[in-house]
């Protein structure tokens, strides 16, 4: 009976210590973001209009219609100019089965079909062939957990779910160890792993970048500068 009295008392003096304790996932999202703060960005919590929502999801209780969204993170990148020709625009990434109006630019994209504005900033880049041509081309390379990327006249930003590629494969490599016999934690700790120290530590912030990059030349290079 002791016995248990003191572990109970140590289970209630741990336990509010280990809930705030950063988890694997805290770990990587905080690194990935300040790699993506050195790099220039600009990065904010934010959502995107879910284009596939459910009956339940698009009326409430009450009857009436309301806008599904998914939480996600936005990564702003400016332009370094004001490109005043451009149609400001955010294009969204179309699931399989979309359940709301879908006003498609391509195969994956396309804007909000209930956004009057949108649909005449799509009409605009319509006209444009050859800009959106090379624009899509660009898209497609997109990671593919970004939901949105949105056009500007100073920016361009990508609406990221910011998963972590290499995460699934740790959990596995974990589980190998431990059924080898290596010791393992007790059952109450968090899982190990450390926060990435540089870019090299982050394939998914490499990649997103790089097309982020090739995204910006190809606004200036058809929008009023040359790319860089």
């Not at 009436?64 to 625009?89: D, E, F, K, M, W």
């Amino acid at each position: 009976m002791e016995w248990f009295i003191i572990v109970l008392a140590l289970g209630v003096a741990i336990g509010p210590i280990l809930y705030l304790m950063p988890t694997q996932r805290d770990r990587y999202i905080t690194g990935l973001r300040a790699q993506a703060r050195k790099l220039g960005y600009t990065v904010q919590l934010d959502k995107v209009l879910k284009l596939n929502p459910d009956a339940d999801e698009r009326v409430t209780a009450g009857g009436s219609l309301r806008q599904s969204a998914v939480s996600c993170t936005r990564y702003q990148l400016p332009l370094g100019v004001t490109l005043n020709a451009v149609s400001p625009i955010l294009m969204l990434r179309i699931p399989s089965n979309p359940t709301i109006p879908v006003e498609r630019l391509a195969t994956h994209w396309g804007v909000n079909g209930l956004d009057v504005s949108q649909l005449k900033s799509a009409a605009r880049w319509q006209n444009d062939t050859g800009s959106l041509t090379d624009l899509v081309a660009v898209l497609d390379q997109m990671p593919a957990d970004v939901l949105a990327v949105q056009l500007d006249k100073r920016f361009i930003a990508a609406f990221w779910r910011e998963q972590n590629p290499g995460s699934q494969a740790n959990q596995k490599g974990q589980t190998n160890k431990a059924q080898g016999g290596l010791a393992q934690l007790p059952w109450f700790w968090p899982a190990s792993g450390k926060q990435p120290a540089t870019l090299d530590d982050l394939p998914a912030l490499q990649a997103l970048d790089r097309v982020m990059r090739s995204l910006l030349n190809t606004v200036k290079k058809h929008w009023g500068t040359s790319g860089q």
